[in-house]
């Protein structure tokens, strides 16, 4: 893998660890309403973050030749 491949795969895994610290956090009962709400909204920017990294991690997949297959002259 790339050192981008990487980076991004690290940063994936941080966000899905925030995440389920985040709903823990929901499960618990123990916030309020109004700090439900705020996790609420920050598990949603997370898991946005977290879709737009696998979305480039895809992209960036398909422009790389399978391993063995390299490009015709």
Aim: no cysteine.
């Amino acid at each position: 893998m790339t050192g981008q491949t990487d980076d991004a795969l690290s940063q994936l895994d941080a966000l899905v660890e925030r995440l389920e610290r985040t709903a823990e956090q929901l499960r618990s009962g123990e916030v309020s309403p109004d700090a439900a709400a705020t996790l609420v909204e920050d598990a949603a920017s997370l898991a946005s973050q977290a879709s737009a990294e696998l979305d480039r991690l895809a992209r960036a997949s398909v422009n790389q030749p399978p391993p063995g297959q390299d490009p015709l002259l």
